[in-house]
């Protein structure tokens, strides 16, 4: 049921939750800053270390389905603080330093965490028209990219200070906990629905019905392919690739790094905005994309030396957050009562690529670094060249999608006679 309040409490509500995200953000992202610091804590090897945040991914990708069902039937304010405390109480079993404690720890972080983006989507579409959809999805993600950006810029240098890595998880657990309270406290309540013995099998019919719309699929698959080069590359090797592949000092690598974060921070919200604008939003995926393709194609195999500092990764980023446009395509391509089902969905099959293929990538560049004193740039370049053929693939899928800007509605309703 929609959420019926003012304009100014709505605003509200998006911001704590969108704040929420950034907080979720930071823990997601700061791994990659203390990989040294981590794999000896845990007495792990870096690609096990890699393996063990990366189960991350498998709480967030399934708990996008439990999510966005739970959105629509009972609220946020009812579901996004649970979200919220798991995450607090995940990082401190991460702060444990017990490798089995810390892998039921990520997992916890990701299952609540993914709370936060799709309860701002929700609060977002349900709420505002449908001419910002975009421009507002865009919005929430940069909270997330400024938690990432944060997760690199702020907590390196708290690493290169001497801060204890489980010090920080322990802070940032505690912290969880009182987010949960605020959100809890801050939320507006959900007016109450009649109680309906049938919910299960309506909330797997929802379900069902935003799965076999293969608008859907694309939707995920493309959003997948573009958002792994910073889930996977830069907010897990990118510190390690500029190190050992380039031989960038630590605070160098950290800050390079951290600018693809801070690239989705603009492109978030500015290409949603040029897509609500133009009120299309294949063009602008599909032009983000051919950009990202060229930036990733010089990070591995360009001179470093020719294009100004911070400028490739800034870049990058920016035209990486064209991965959101999807999240606005789902909701536009099923019905609207389903939004929050359909968030849930395309964030399932986002993040179940970077589930799924973080232990890959990790595999390979470990064999490929085999013999030698560790991963150099050959390595590198063997490891992660598959993301240039991911790219290229959402290219192609994203002609398949169906137009659903604001544009196209308008032109598919005016009579045939004034259509070109």
């Known amino acids: 049921m929609k959420i019926e309040q003012t304009g100014r409490t709505v605003l509200i509500a998006w911001l704590i939750t969108a704040t929420y995200y950034f907080y979720q953000y930071v823990m997601r992202s700061a791994p990659a800053v203390m990989m040294p610091q981590l794999s000896a804590g845990f007495g ?3 690609a096990a270390v890699a393996s063990l945040v990366g189960l991350f991914y498998y709480g967030y990708s399934p708990f996008s389905l439990v ?11 009812r579901v996004v603080p649970i979200g919220a405390a798991a995450v607090g109480v995940g990082a401190l079993l991460f702060a444990s330093g017990n490798p089995t404690l810390a892998g039921a720890g990520r997992l916890l972080q990701g299952a609540g965490g993914v709370f936060a983006l799709v309860g701002a989507a929700y609060i977002a579409t349900t709420n505002f028209p449908a001419s910002r ?3 507002l999805i865009g919005a929430t993600q940069m909270f997330g990219m400024a938690g990432g950006s944060a997760g690199q810029f702020v907590v390196g240098p708290m690493m290169s200070a001497g801060v204890s890595w489980n010090y920080f998880w322990g802070g940032m657990g505690i912290a969880g906990l009182a987010i949960a309270v605020a959100l809890f406290l801050l939320l507006p309540e959900q007016a109450k629905a009649e109680r309906n013995p049938h919910w299960m099998r309506e909330a797997v ?3 069902g019905l ?3 719309n293969p608008q859907s699929i694309l939707c995920g698959v493309i959003a997948g392919l573009m958002f792994i080069p910073t889930t996977i590359f830069d907010m897990v090797w990118g510190v390690r690739y500029l190190q050992e592949a380039h031989g960038f000092d630590y605070p160098t690598a950290v800050m390079r790094s951290a600018t693809v974060p801070l690239g989705w921070i603009i492109g978030c919200p500015l290409l949603g905005f040029v897509s ?11 032009g983000a994309a051919v950009v990202l393709l060229a930036c990733l194609a010089w990070i591995l195999y360009g001179r470093r030396d020719v294009l100004p500092p911070y400028v490739l990764g800034l870049v990058t980023g920016l035209a990486s957050g064209a991965a959101m446009l999807p999240y606005t395509v789902i909701k536009e391509a099923n019905p609207a009562q389903l939004s929050g089902t359909a968030t849930g969905v395309v964030n399932f099959l986002n993040f179940t690529f970077s589930a799924l293929l973080g232990p890959v990538f990790a595999g390979i560049l470990f064999r490929a670094g085999t013999g030698t004193d560790g991963p150099g740039l050959e390595a590198y370049q063997t490891t992660f ?6 790219v290229g693939l959402a290219i192609v899928l994203t002609l398949l999608l169906e137009e659903t800007g604001p544009a196209a509605r308008r032109l598919a ?4 006679e004034i259509r070109p």
């Open 385 to 390: 060249q598959p993301l240039l053929y991911g």
């Open 276 to 286: 609500d604008r133009i009120g299309r939003r294949k063009p602008v995926i599909v």
């Open 413 to 416: 309703l005016a009579p045939a």
């Open 205 to 207: 019919g929802a379900l």
């Open 67 to 77: 999510a966005g069902v739970a959105m629509d039937r009972l609220g946020p304010q």
């Open 44 to 46: 792990l090897s870096t």
């Open 210 to 212: 935003v799965f076999r």
């Open 133 to 135: 959809a975009a421009t």
